[in-house]
């Protein structure tokens, strides 16, 4: 009699053990999705799952890496480059959250977004770099940024056992060539994306870059943005990133 009640309780206990599972796990997943698409994505995909498919698009790409954090990582305890690492993906969280964003992701510290207009782009790289900014001068580092308007394939890519959603083309490689480009606290950006956002840039200034892998070099544009077109109080407080001559 008591090795049965023992077996009852026990049933009982490995029933509620996987009732608590069934209903934890879908909430895990969820987060865990979230977490490799993207929430915008990740809603898309359950409503249009064709989303997710390879498929040629125009996309902005926009890279962003802190300067100078090689050199300040060799004088730092491993935990302090976490914790600073966790303050600046917070503090792009927080901006990105306020944008129209397809997808962006974390490599160190470089951070890499794609957009789908060109206008949302540069409003969250004005936006970014001076939030960005006011984080990383505590630490005497600064943030470049770089973007470029073009063709690209988006969708699942991988093998069979792996897949991951990415961006492909040389779109992406010139805007990584453009970011590498960009000085402490610049944000540069091609002469496509400039043609798109003239209206909402106030002032800017162009060189030429001969960029790594190009057969051609490239015209960049280093900017600020039009107060007019502003949506928001940090376009109408931000300041020329480089004086025009």
């Known amino acids: 009699m008591l090795f049965f009640g023992f077996t009852i309780s026990l ?11 069934l ?3 879908p909430e ?6 979230e977490w490799l698409l993207g929430k915008e994505l990740l809603n898309t995909s359950l409503s249009n799952p064709e989303q997710l ?9 926009l890279f962003m890496d802190i300067r100078g954090f090689t050199q300040w990582s060799e004088q730092h305890l491993p935990e302090e480059t976490v914790t600073l690492l966790g303050r600046y993906y917070q503090t792009i969280e ?9 997808k962006w992701k974390l490599s160190a510290d470089e951070v890499m977004a ?3 207009q060109p206008h949302e782009a540069l409003s969250a790289a004005l936006q970014r770099q001076r939030n960005v900014s006011d984080l990383l001068a505590r630490e005497q580092l600064g ?14 890519l991988g093998s069979n056992g792996i897949k991951f959603y990415n961006v492909i083309g040389d779109t992406v490689n010139t805007a990584k060539r453009i970011e590498s480009a960009a000085r402490n606290g610049e944000i540069l950006v091609s002469e496509e994306m400039y ?3 003239a209206s909402r840039i106030l002032k800017f200034t162009t060189r030429t870059i001969q960029a790594k892998g190009k057969s051609h070099p490239i015209i960049i544009y280093a900017l600020s943005a039009n107060p007019a077109h502003a949506k928001d109080e940090q376009w109408q407080a931000q300041q020329p990133l480089v004086k025009t001559s």
């Open 11 to 21: 049933a009982n206990a490995t029933g509620h053990y996987y009732l608590q599972l």
């Open 23 to 25: 209903r934890t796990t």
């Open 28 to 33: 895990q997943l969820k987060v865990f999705s």
């Open 53 to 61: 498919h390879q498929q040629r698009q125009q996309r902005v790409i």
């Open 94 to 102: 927080q901006v990105f959250h306020q944008h129209q964003i397809i």
């Open 114 to 116: 794609i957009f789908a």
């Open 143 to 156: 943030a470049g940024i770089g973007m470029h308007y073009g063709l690209a394939v988006e969708g699942i």
């Open 195 to 197: 043609r798109v956002c």
